[in-house]
């Protein structure tokens, strides 16, 4: 490719010029959210972006980088996966109603849906159950709707109403419908049966022989499930099986399945939270397995956060969740790339 042939930089005045309206269209975004949690009664943050371990998930990845202190002395902090840690504390001190615009960071992520550096609106509720984090997505989705006056979401091909009563759909279920597969029936307690897994899902998904249960059920859902999820309305997908519960607490009642849940719109996920795990003993245990495997797979883990832990053991019930806003404002502002609705794409980019 020959200097002519380069298309211009992002920073050009007539590539800026094609962007623009999303942009603006991502303001009005940011002020009617920040409008709704200020009716709402929550009050924003702003948490470190440094952190001693960036979220001990086995498949999030996050850059690292040295600090120097005065005397010289060398030590290691990560740029955060997300502000869960921080705002954790925060409830643990005493904040009731919290939420954060978080500048986020995650290696080996970019495409059409992805940037290694991008926005996260995170919230959390104390004493509150996870059904009032799921209507606050689906009222914020609504939001960003209003603010950009659009009808629908579309997204290669697919449509969503933002403003429809949302589906609301079990995994279990999802497994069913989509997959033929009886999820439930492959876990015990909280602990998935790989086997028994492979066996349904032989013929549906390509099985390796160091595939865990997982791995196997994230195949399934990403080829079998997430293609139907938010189309013509928003979907919830929720009671995610308990061995991918991460940060949530198990169901009352049926151990199989957790609190968390998920929100799709066009097929895209929009938003992950949780019912929140308030046992530290039960959150270092899945922390270790998750490095345990992480380490396995490639060759490298994060610390624990001990701090982080003493304050679940400290903070009271609570429910959260995360959003991608940049995802949400290509939704409603009818981008089709999520770098077309950053005000400055990360360094490298075209």
Known sequence: ???????????????HQDRRGFLLARGAITKGIRTWFEAQGFLEVETGVLQVSPGNETHLHAPKTTLI???GERFSRYLRTSPEFACKKLLAAGETR??????VFRDRERGDKHLPEFTMLEWYRAEESYEAVIADCVAIIACAAQATGIKQF???GQVADPFAEPEMLTVAAAFTRFADIDLLASIDGAEGDRAMLAAAATGKVRISDDD???DIFSKVLVEYVEPHLGLGRMTVLLEYPSPEAALARTKAGDPRVAERFEVYA????????????TDADEQRRRFTE????????????YPLDEEFLEAVAAMPPAS?????????????????RIDQVVWTPPAGAS
């Open 266 to 277: 066009c097929g895209v996920e929009l938003a992950n939270g949780f019912g929140e795990l």
């Open 212 to 214: 865990t249960w997982s």
């Open 1 to 15: 490719m020959t200097g002519t042939d380069r298309p211009s930089p992002w920073w050009s005045p007539a590539r």
């Open 290 to 301: 998750a490095m345990d495997e992480k380490e396995r797979r490639y060759g490298e883990r």
């Open 98 to 103: 919290i939420f954060e615009f978080a500048r």
């Open 69 to 71: 202190d005065r005397d």
């Open 320 to 336: 959260g969740v995360a959003l991608g806003f940049d995802r949400l404002v290509m939704l409603a502002s009818g981008a089709t």
């Open 154 to 156: 579309t997204f290669r």
